[in-house]
């Protein structure tokens, strides 16, 4: 059981992408977050979609959270306007850490303990291009392993 | 759109519940995580997916990633072995933090708010019974509240 055969697809938005249609596919999908690429085989960060969910909420009630209580319905309907003209990259918080990335060629072993040591919900899985001053390609994301699917497949089933 | 509009039925695991059926549950539904329950209505932790897979590493692979590579095929299928007899309680991190909880009557905009101020993922969405001395009784858990739920309903979706 290698990283390429554990690999599923995974949906990803790139940096540049708009705001809020990474919002809409976290909401066709029901994700808990997204991965953000940079080009084919780049992934650069996971945007969870409670961070989205933080943007939407006006600076002034995250200030004095009693003020959530009184925004009527009409208010809250316009809430998702705040996505409109950001980018993806404007949605990552500066601290969000790199997402986790295996090597395609990588053991179930080694990622349970790659996601155990950076207790991330998913790694991702990358073919790297073959090194050497005439391929400086950055290699190709493959898919996503997710904790749940590792378990699914350490648990016996195919 | 109230906290009871939006709650959605979502798994669940009793503390003494055991761990490998936690990690069968998180499986078979493709889960981030479980919310741990104490009783019908006191939701008491999140349970990672990954928690359960941090887990299954041994712990000498822990201090010494390195030996992960050298794990063979056949001790990788049996690392869920790890969790035979351990019950949820055992596998909860020290530092879990309780999960965040809403009431049944709270907005779209307060959920939002609780959401985006603990960076939680899910929020579960609890009708509290009427106070008094003589009641009580603890509440009933009506559902959970996830990220991507809340912006599908955000963007307009029923």
Redesign the interface.
Known sequence: ?RARDLAEPYPTVALDDQALDA??L????????VLVVDGPGTPRALL???????L??PGY??ED?TL??V?D?A???R??EALTGLRVRDCLPTDAPAPSVADADD????I??????T???LVAVVERAPNGPRNPAPGRLLGVI???????R????P
């Open positions: 059981m919002a809409r976290l909401a066709v999908h029901r994700l808990p977050g969870p979609a409670s961070q989205l969910v933080r939407l909420v009630i995250m959270p959530a209580a925004i319905e208010h809250a309907d809430l998702c053991t179930a072993v080694e349970a303990t790659l996601m155990a040591r207790r991330s919900p997710t904790a749940s699917h590792l378990l699914h350490l648990l016996g089933n």
